[in-house]
């Protein structure tokens, strides 16, 4: 079993919907936890760092459920820009940063 | 440019050869780590330094992958005896250590490996 698991995608949604990607994490070890944007033939990025009160920036909310081991990242009103894919990471104390494979998005016009 | 660099950007080399590649981390980040990509995967942690001591190493690195980080700067890996299972991206990034939590990670345009 993978340490990370995410929605194996791809998910196509036209402008303005919303989406939602789930991750789970089988290390209860795991202290951190963040989504990282990958755009095609480049390097990862940090979207947002996720916290166990749940956060929120701008159209993006992360959530975390400790109890379940689950990660989630909801994307509000689409937009173009937002094709790409989604990296769930969980973090088990300083170093052992470990990606999952990643959600592919494609948003439409 | 003040962000993480690779080098080189690609490399093709034929089965058996031997390949490096060097990681410039930003300047102020004291970890450093090393990841493979493969088409349509996340990236696979290979291995960790804290400033120049190599902490973890995953069990995907087999004898013939080496990394090192002297004097806590710049870093190689070192591939041996490449096979064409070896081709990938090899993603370097770095971060600031905050405590015991983990910092956000700065990753390199990385280097891609293509092994014939």
């Known amino acids: 079993r993978k340490e990370v698991e995410q929605d194996p995608g791809p998910f196509n949604v036209p402008e303005g919907a919303t989406v939602a990607f789930n991750c789970t994490y089988s290390?209860?070890?795991?202290?951190?936890f963040f989504w990282y944007r990958q755009d095609c033939r480049k390097e990862p990025k940090l979207l947002m760092s996720v916290y166990s009160s749940g956060n929120e920036d701008g159209r993006f909310t992360a959530q975390l459920n400790r109890a379940s081991q689950y990660i989630s990242l909801l994307i509000r009103d689409s937009k173009l820009s937002d094709s790409a894919t989604y990296l769930c990471?969980?973090?088990?104390?300083?170093?052992?940063?470990?990606f999952g494979a990643g959600t592919r998005l494609f948003v439409k016009a | 440019d003040t962000g993480v660099s690779q080098d080189p950007r690609h490399k093709i080399t034929k089965r058996g050869q031997n390949v490096t590649f060097r990681c410039d981390p930003i300047?102020?980040?004291?970890?450093l780590y090393w990841y493979r990509q493969t088409l349509g995967q996340g990236p696979e942690f290979l291995t960790y330094f804290q400033n120049e001591a190599q902490l973890e190493k995953s069990r995907l690195l087999s004898d013939r992958f080496s990394a090192e980080r002297p004097k806590g700067s710049f870093s190689t890996l070192e591939i041996q005896r490449t096979e064409q299972g070896d081709s990938a991206m090899y993603l370097c990034a770095s971060s600031l250590l905050l405590g015991s939590g983990a910092g956000e990670l700065f990753f390199g345009e990385g280097s891609r490996l293509t092994v014939l």
């Open positions: 990471v969980a973090n088990t104390g300083g170093f052992k940063t470990i």
């Open positions: 300047s102020e980040h004291n970890r």
């Open positions: 290390n209860s070890a795991s202290q951190s």
